[in-house]
């Protein structure tokens, strides 16, 4: 592990990456608008607060969790950057409870893979793990209502079916059976961190791709794994993902060439 841990020299820009720390700062002391997001987020799940649900005004959570505005304010904003909560601006305001979406701990991921200098390659090669082992745990998922209900929508062909002209309409699109997939793995921990890496590489396309060219050949795939998945056949579920990803990587590669070349860009 040495080596990896070493700083290495990025060849394509000559630039030198940051290397990645050991752990040491796992027990790092909180600051006070970290501490106080904490009690905000005990108090969501606590009282089961759902998305859209409005919190306390800011003056009832100063009198609530003891802090200063300024550290009310900051911790607010840590959790807004995550999505957990929104804040609506302006008279009548206020934070409300937002979204667990693996979209931002990917956002968040990608600046943490820039930085390390980690490459668009080392990014798919985690993407095709991730995604494979997800849809062999969802095809092996033991509960065959709940993996016929899911997929049955994709099998009649009613949810992506349509080509969109408007790419972030397409990308949710895509997304949403990789989200449906995840879900059937049956374990919110791979469902969350794993579907980071394919959200990271979903926002960079939305960004400079164009997917859409192979819109049907994606959408045909679905329609099989939906139905390898629905039928309970992991092995089967997971080399057809690994032909899936593959399809969307060469068209990638074709597209978008020396830009994969470099380190994952922070976008
Ligand atoms: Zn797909």
Same mark, same amino acid.
């Given at each position: 592990?040495?080596?990896?841990?070493?700083? %290495?020299?990025?060849?394509?820009?000559?630039?030198?990456?940051?290397?990645?720390?050991?752990?040491?700062?796992?027990?790092?002391?909180?600051? =006070?608008?970290?501490?106080?997001?904490?009690?905000?987020?005990?108090?969501?799940?606590?009282? /089961?607060?759902?998305?859209?649900?409005? $919190?306390?005004?800011? =003056?009832?959570? $100063?009198?609530?969790?003891?802090?200063?505005?300024?550290?009310?304010?900051?911790?607010?904003?840590?959790?807004?950057?995550?999505?957990?909560?929104?804040?609506?601006?302006?008279?009548?305001?206020?934070?409300?409870? /937002? %979204?667990?979406?693996? +979209?931002? $701990?990917?956002?968040?991921? =990608? @600046?943490?893979?820039? @930085?390390?200098?980690?490459?668009?390659?080392?990014?798919?090669? =985690?993407?095709?793990? &991730?995604?494979?082992?997800?849809?062999?745990?969802?095809? &092996?998922?033991?509960?065959?209502?709940?993996?016929?209900?899911?997929? +049955?929508?994709?099998?009649?062909?009613?949810?992506?079916?349509?080509?969109?002209?408007?790419?972030?309409?397409?990308?949710?699109?895509?997304?949403?059976?990789?989200?449906?997939? +995840?879900?059937?793995?049956?374990?919110?921990?791979?469902?969350?961190?794993?579907?980071?890496?394919?959200?990271?590489?979903?926002?960079?396309?939305?960004?400079?791709?164009?997917?859409?060219?192979?819109? !049907?050949?994606?959408?045909?795939?679905?329609?099989?794994?939906?139905?390898?998945?629905?039928?309970?056949?992991?092995?089967? +579920?997971? &080399? @057809?993902?690994? !032909?899936?990803?593959?399809?969307?990587?060469?068209?990638?590669? &074709? !597209?978008? /060439?020396?830009?994969?070349? /470099?380190?994952?860009?922070?976008?």
């Amino acid at each position: 592990m040495t080596e990896a841990n070493a700083t %290495t020299e990025d060849a394509t820009a000559g630039h030198t990456a940051i290397s990645i720390a050991g752990g040491g700062s796992v027990l790092r002391p909180l600051k =006070a608008a970290e501490v106080v997001a904490r009690a905000v987020v005990r108090t969501i799940r606590s009282e /089961g607060l759902q998305t859209g649900t409005s $919190l306390p005004s800011e =003056a009832e959570m $100063l009198r609530h969790y003891g802090v200063s505005r300024e550290s009310l304010r900051e911790g607010l904003r840590l959790l807004e950057v995550q999505g957990m909560i929104s804040i609506r601006r302006g008279p009548g305001g206020g934070p409300i409870v /937002g %979204t667990v979406d693996s +979209a931002n $701990l990917g956002r968040m991921e =990608a @600046l943490y893979l820039h @930085l390390a200098g980690a490459t668009y390659d080392e990014l798919f090669e =985690a993407w095709v793990f &991730a995604e494979t082992t997800l849809a062999g745990m969802a095809a &092996a998922n033991p509960d065959d209502e709940a993996r016929k209900a899911a997929m +049955a929508p994709y099998i009649d062909g009613h949810v992506d079916d349509v080509v969109h002209d408007d790419l972030d309409v397409y990308m949710s699109g895509h997304e949403g059976f990789h989200g449906t997939v +995840a879900a059937l793995a049956n374990n919110r921990v791979f469902q969350v961190t794993f579907r980071s890496y394919g959200q990271i590489v979903a926002h960079h396309l939305a960004m400079i791709g164009d997917v859409t060219l192979i819109h !049907q050949e994606l959408v045909d795939d679905h329609l099989k794994l939906a139905r390898v998945i629905s039928k309970g056949d992991a092995g089967k +579920a997971s &080399a @057809l993902m690994n !032909q899936h990803l593959t399809r969307v990587l060469a068209l990638n590669r &074709a !597209q978008l /060439g020396s830009l994969l070349d /470099g380190d994952v860009e922070w976008i």
